[in-house]
């Protein structure tokens, strides 16, 4: 395996996303800090402070830029990053009298940050769409089920019944709440950096504040009160962002895990023939998706803690947590690429088996009603001799295999409607939360109902 699954020409599908990874490579990188350069040449010159020539030199020759890569990476090696290689190169492509004007009052952190900024935009635009999604094709699966009756299980064991469109609802809540979330998210994430070598902009004087005014409308990024050099709490809140949406995920994979068992049987990922097969089996079909979810979960919230390390930085530039970001939010971004890309065909081709699902109900022969019954006697019996007579009730009907309601109507007399204790009927209220949620996805994501 090489050192980055999503790069794999085996396991790329699996655990990556071209078009996020696109983000990361090296192309877009420097596209992306040629744009911030190009940019702030253009701001200047429109505050007066670079001639409108040289601008329009940096420009062309931004746009003729052809990067010899290897005498870039010697340059990085050397550096440590790549901005001064980048920027003496370029210098020699706009010539003399202009190549002064490249990279005026700037710092090399301010051109990285900035640059993957625009680069952090992007991402998250593609990360929201799969997000919506998953959301809609949850919302049709919810709408579906809101009735169809399941247990509903604490500590792994059968408790009470549920619908299943109640666990759906389940699932997408948290995913809606990470849709609201990204939307405070980026008005202090997509911010510009721009604050020369300590963050004082001291060598434009005066005019400091306005080119970074005048820079950030170009690339149509927010204004910080103050530069972020080491200041990293946005990045270290994107990672958060990025390990809870991947840990709802997980949550929901986990799950399906759960219900796809042999022994359960209620859901399986995919009626496609021959997905999830094993190599000697022929009767598997392994909850493949689901397993790369939840591994996605686990990595992210590995990770998270590299994110928060990074934040600990010196004085106005640091030393190396800016590293620890590069080593570790593209992996971030990759893992929630690959967990809603798998996420997706979950929530659209999940096969659910009602009848598997009201076979479980029935087969626990009325242990599901323990609480409706004793809720039902306690009016009768008081709430505690209720309790006792139905722990015995249970124990009973467990021992001799025999149906509850039977072994509970052998112990009390009490004018009691029995006929109506069904599973199906002690739904509470599930449904009218679900459909609470429903609502609520149907206004973020502008669907009708």
């Known amino acids: 395996m090489p050192y980055l699954p999503q790069e794999s020409r085996l396991f790329g599908r699996v655990f990556g996303d071209p078009e996020v990874s696109a983000l990361f490579s090296d192309e877009r990188g420097l596209g992306a800090m040629l744009e911030v350069e190009g940019a702030l040449a253009h701001a200047q010159a429109e505050l ?27 340059a990085t090696e050397r550096d440590g990053v790549p901005v001064a290689g980048l920027v003496s190169a370029l210098r020699r492509a706009v010539g003399a009298p202009h190549e002064r004007y490249l990279h005026y009052g700037a710092t090399t952190q301010d051109i990285l940050d900035t640059a993957l900024v625009l680069r952090l935009r992007e991402a998250l635009a593609l990360l929201e769409g799969r997000l919506r999604g998953v959301l809609r094709h949850l919302l049709r699966l919810a709408q579906r089920h809101l009735q169809t009756p399941m247990a509903g299980r604490t500590h792994a064991q059968q408790a009470l019944p549920i619908p299943f469109g109640f666990k759906v609802a389940g699932w997408m809540a948290p995913l809606l709440r990470h849709l609201e979330r990204l939307e405070e998210l980026r008005g202090r994430l997509l911010v510009v950096q721009f604050g020369g070598a300590v963050g004082t902009l001291a060598a434009l004087g005066p005019d400091g504040p306005r080119v970074q005014e005048a820079l ?7 204004l910080p ?8 709490d946005n990045l270290a809140e994107l990672a958060g962002w990025l390990s809870l949406l991947t840990g709802s995920l997980g949550k929901m994979a986990q799950d399906i895990l759960l219900l796809a068992q042999s022994e359960v049987g209620e859901v399986r990922e995919s009626a496609q023939e021959g997905r999830g097969g094993s190599s000697t089996m022929p009767q598997k079909s392994n909850p493949v998706r ?72 029935a087969a626990s022969q009325g242990l599901l009603l323990a609480e409706a019954l004793q809720f039902a006697l306690a009016p009768h019996l008081g709430m505690e001799p209720a309790k006792a007579l139905l722990r015995e009730a249970v124990r009973v009907a467990r021992a001799e295999g025999r149906h509850l309601l039977e072994v509970v109507r052998e112990r009390v007399e009490a004018p009691l409607p029995w006929d109506s204790f069904r599973e199906e009927a002690y739904l509470g209220a599930g449904p009218h939360f679900a459909a609470r949620v429903l609502a609520w996805a149907r206004d973020l994501l502008r669907e009708e109902a």
Not at 216 to 222: E, M
Not at 225 to 232: C, V
């Open 225 to 232: 009160p103050i530069p972020w050099h080491t200041a990293r």
């Open 48 to 74: 007066g402070l670079i001639p409108l020539e040289a601008a329009q030199a940096i420009e062309r020759a931004i746009a003729g830029f052809a990067p010899d890569w290897e005498a870039l990476a010697l």
């Open 216 to 222: 950030a409308r170009r690339l149509g990024l927010g």
């Open 290 to 361: 689901s397993e790369v979810v939840v591994a996605a979960a686990r990595a992210n919230a590995a990770l998270l803690a590299a994110m928060h390390q990074a934040q600990i930085a010196e004085h106005e530039r640091a030393t190396h947590g800016w590293q620890l970001e590069w080593l570790t939010l593209p992996s971030m971004f990759a893992h929630a690429a690959a967990a809603l890309k798998q996420a997706q065909q979950l929530s659209q081709e999940l096969v659910v088996d009602e009848a598997r699902m009201r076979a479980n109900l």
